[in-house]
Nanobody, 126 residues
Framework: QVQLEESGGGSVQAGGSLRLSCVVS????????MGWFRQAPGKEREGVAA????????SYADSVKGRFTISQDNAKNTAYLQMSSLNPEDTAMYYC???????????????????WGQGTQVTVSS
């Protein structure tokens, strides 16, 4: 059974930082694509960043480039999303997701991910 568990969300003031973590268990392959998504109330889920686990390729949405960094710790089966210079528009529920597309092609398409975590809330106040 594949399980993803996010942590690290919270409330911060604008300009602050948070680091989200996603621990993956039960996935039968060592190479896959992990994406981070977010969804604010009344808005569609959007892709934030992706990384090919076991490789080095990363991808980012334009809205977070230069502020967010996605990384991995293979020994811990964990991926991270370091978020800096946060602003109120970053407020959302953040989810990690996994698919078997190792090269992360079309990473921003939420429908391509069969496995999802339960989400962690990020709230940024002005």
């Amino acid at each position: 059974q594949v399980q993803l568990e996010e942590s690290g969300g919270g409330s911060v003031q604008a300009g602050g930082s948070l680091r989200l973590s996603c621990v993956v268990s039960g996935y039968p392959y060592s190479r896959y694509c992990m994406g981070w998504f977010r969804q604010a109330p009344g808005k569609e889920r959007e892709g934030v960043a992706a990384i090919n686990i076991g490789g080095a390729r990363t991808s980012y949405a334009d809205s977070v480039k230069g502020r967010f960094t996605i990384s991995q710790d293979n020994a811990k089966n964990t991926a991270y999303l370091q978020m800096s210079s946060l602003n109120p528009e970053d407020t959302a529920m953040y989810y990690c997701a996994v698919n078997g597309g190792y090269l992360c092609g079309g990473w921003y398409n939420a429908d391509s991910y069969p496995y999802w975590g339960q989400g962690t809330q990020v709230t940024v106040s002005s």
